[in-house]
């Protein structure tokens, strides 16, 4: 870069911008720029780059950026010699045409350089490319940056000033804009955009800034200039932790915790667990400079289920709950605050006036629900559209349930846990239509066990109503009895089958009804909780139980078999396993998945023996040798062994194959494949002496007996070919 350098800053003031948002918008703001001056030879690879997002503004501080980027030398291919040259060396009407083109004269052609391209000479044009200007190039990026940022929803507003027709203009952003800074050091650089143009101040705190507007003398002194006349904290991650340090402190002080605070984690795991909560994200982009508050609500309200007094105080008004150690929710929450008055009375008061109806309206649902059993809605459910060419809520919960029977009988479940099946499943989908969860869908499943314990229905099926949704998500917790993964996984299937019954599967990145999410739950449940339940039987069988509730189903079994793997296939990836590994154990369609973990284990240490390329290798090598013939399926005749070689072979085998059949069947998979370490050399010393297509039939068909054996050894617990580069 030539010319001396400067910081630059650049900021967008607009209207209050989406909060949950705004932080992506303002690393996208700050990265695009920064990556567009970087590019044009205007700021160097390593600047550093500085992001500011606040409710009314994007802004980014690069530094080191030129006033000017350096000149580049640029060589540009024209075309062959013998195109652009005559026999005379004389330049062609080609040329003379290639070189007014870009803007240079005949007397250029003396200066041009022939270098070989390929096979032969070609002509080359050298040239100096005079460098970007700061003006220049800072528009190409503000622009660019404008139109590539992440918005949600575009608005469009008029013009009032700078356009050809004010009060018709138009502009779309994100939200309207009414202010543009732009400093290179001290000096304004000249740009545009969205009808602004650049200048060197911008607007303090909507409420309390000291002054309006806010001068900035130079780049590096925005934030604090800002922070000092304009109360508002630009960066987000500093507002970000300064409002976590002072909600962390109130609830101390009060002798309470935040909700993603439990007291196993140390201060610095439970800040970082704050600062990544998307509660404290949204605030975050709702307040220009957080001033945290202690309210209070009436404890009456304490009667009502803790859920819902914790979403609506969270999901409606922003606030955090407050707990004591145990986990229960106390009568105190905190505010965030944009403002900070010296008697804060007022906005305390304000907000507890305003916290009390949503509490009483949920004290109210839950209060006219529980004067109706879940029992009773269940009929209701035939009335609720599940999928047009699946029926009603009602049909559903009937499939669901005839699964859960299907389940039930595969686990050897005795008729009282059956009958507690029969009741979770039937009366699971039944708080759909009960108030609580008409107001607050999120709360469906925590409410049903609420109204089914008020029914006098047992812990067990109260837990397993709860649970059945789960997991609902990565990493979230399983369903915590077998009576709940009963029906957990009746659920998760009875929406698999439906689904692919229809034709209604996952296309590219589109997945409406969560059939990856549904399968990843299946697979999860059925790795983790060790059930003897084989996947292939149990979607047949389950298949067969909803056919026979749902006329027309196609069958689409294998189609959700290979969609089942192929979401293990990932999962495990996502987990650290190579590629390989997994395709080795799941090559073999393992049926009892609780077993892949420990197959997958004994994969990875059998693949670090210096002896496990050499027998993947030869694995694959019988694989194909099996294919291309008629392998004989009967015993190995120990009287047609003629080379020493294969007899070695068969001697090895007779010793290694039982003892890894035998670590096997113990189910300890690491042990069986390691056993098949001592056979490496007699496999190797067969393949070097011995020719396995003999002329001689019999001859022939043994030794392919023989492979066939060692083959299907090598491969019980995953393909080993797989393993071979």
């Not at 389940?407 to 008729?415: E, F, G, K, M, T």
């Amino acid at each position: 870069m030539s010319m001396a350098s400067e910081n630059l800053l650049v900021e967008l003031f607009v209207e209050e911008l989406p909060p949950k948002a705004l932080k992506k918008l303002g690393l996208a703001f700050a990265t695009v720029l920064a990556d567009s001056l970087k590019a044009q030879g205007l700021a160097a690879a390593d600047a550093v780059v500085s992001d500011y997002a606040s409710p009314r503004r994007l802004a980014v501080h690069v530094t080191g950026v030129a006033a000017q980027a350096a000149d580049k030398a640029v060589s540009q291919k024209l075309m062959p010699v013998a195109v652009g040259l005559d026999a005379s060396g004389q330049a062609t009407p080609a040329l003379l045409k290639k070189l007014q083109a870009l803007g240079a004269g005949p007397e250029a052609v003396a200066g041009l350089q022939k270098r070989l391209d390929g096979k032969a000479e070609a002509l080359y044009f050298d040239s100096t490319v005079r460098g970007a200007t700061l003006a220049d190039g800072l528009q190409k990026a503000l622009l660019d940056t404008i139109a590539k940022l992440p918005i949600p929803k575009l608005m469009s507003y008029q013009l009032e000033r700078d356009c050809d027709l004010p009060g018709w203009s138009t502009v779309s952003f994100v939200r309207p804009a009414h202010g543009l800074l732009a400093l290179h050091g001290s000096a304004v650089v000249p740009v545009h955009a969205l009808g602004l143009q650049a200048g060197n101040s911008t607007q303090g705190h909507r409420f309390e800034a000291l002054m309006s507007p806010v001068l900035i003398t130079h780049a590096d002194d925005y934030a604090a200039t800002l922070a000092r006349d304009g109360v508002v904290i630009a960066s987000f991650d500093e507002r970000s932790h300064l409002m976590v340090q002072a909600l962390r402190s109130e609830a101390k002080r009060l002798g309470r915790r935040l909700e993603v605070e439990p007291p196993h984690l140390s201060d610095d795991q439970a800040e970082a667990a704050l600062l990544d909560n998307a509660l404290v994200q949204e605030v975050t982009g709702l307040v220009e400079r957080p001033t945290v508050m202690v309210c209070n609500f009436d404890k009456e309200f304490l009667d009502v289920p803790q859920e819902c007094l914790i979403l609506t105080m969270k999901a409606n008004q922003k606030y955090f709950p407050l707990f004591d150690d145990a986990g229960k929710l106390s009568n105190q929450f905190l505010i965030v605050s944009n403002i900070n008055p010296a008697d804060p009375s007022f906005v305390i008061g304000g907000n507890e006036r305003v916290v009390r109806p949503r509490l009483a309206d949920a004290k109210f649902f839950f209060e006219q629900d529980k004067k109706h059993s879940l029992e009773s809605r269940v009929q209701g459910l035939s009335k609720v559209v599940y999928y047009n060419q699946l029926g009603t809520q009602g049909d559903r919960m009937l499939r669901v349930c005839a699964i859960a029977q299907t389940i039930s009988r595969a686990l050897h479940l005795d008729d009282s846990m059956s009958a507690q099946v029969q009741t979770a499943a039937r009366l699971a989908k039944a708080d759909l239509l009960t108030d609580m969860v008409g107001e607050f869908p999120e709360l469906q499943g925590t409410m049903g066990a609420y109204y089914a314990r008020h029914d006098g229905l047992g812990e067990s099926v109260a837990t397993a109503i709860e649970d059945h949704y789960k997991p609902r998500f990565a990493g979230d917790e399983l369903p915590r009895s077998q009576l709940a993964m009963v029906v957990a996984l009746a659920d998760k299937l009875e929406t698999l089958i439906g689904m692919f019954g229809v034709g209604n599967l996952p296309t590219g990145d589109k997945d409406p009804f969560a059939l990856r999410r549904h399968a990843l739950g299946v697979i999860r449940m059925l790795m983790e909780s060790a059930e003897p339940l084989a996947l292939e039987a149990l979607l047949h069988e389950s298949t067969a139980a909803y056919a026979a509730l749902h006329a027309g189903l196609q069958d689409a079994n294998a189609a959700l078999v290979n969609f089942i793997f192929d979401r293990l296939s990932s999962a495990l990836r996502e987990q650290g396993a190579s590629a390989q590994q997994v395709d080795a154990v799941l090559a073999l369609r393992p049926q009892l998945l609780a077993e892949v973990p420990k197959q997958l284990a004994a994969v990875r240490a059998f693949a670090s023996l210096p002896e496990s390329a050499a027998l993947a290798a030869a694995n694959k090598r019988i694989g194909n040798i099996l294919k291309k013939s008629e392998a004989a399926q009967g015993q190995v005749d120990a009287a047609l062994l003629q080379e020493e070689a294969e007899k070695a072979l068969f001697a090895a085998m007779q010793t290694v194959v039982p003892q890894a059949d035998a670590w096997f069947a113990a189910k300890d998979y690491t042990a069986s494949l390691q056993a098949l370490a001592a056979l490496r050399a007699p496999v190797d010393a067969f393949f070097d002496g011995v020719m396995v297509n003999a002329d001689d039939p019999a001859l022939k068909a043994n030794r392919l007996a023989l492979l066939q054996q060692l083959h299907s050894a090598m491969n019980r617990v995953a393909d080993l070919a797989k393993l071979a580069a």
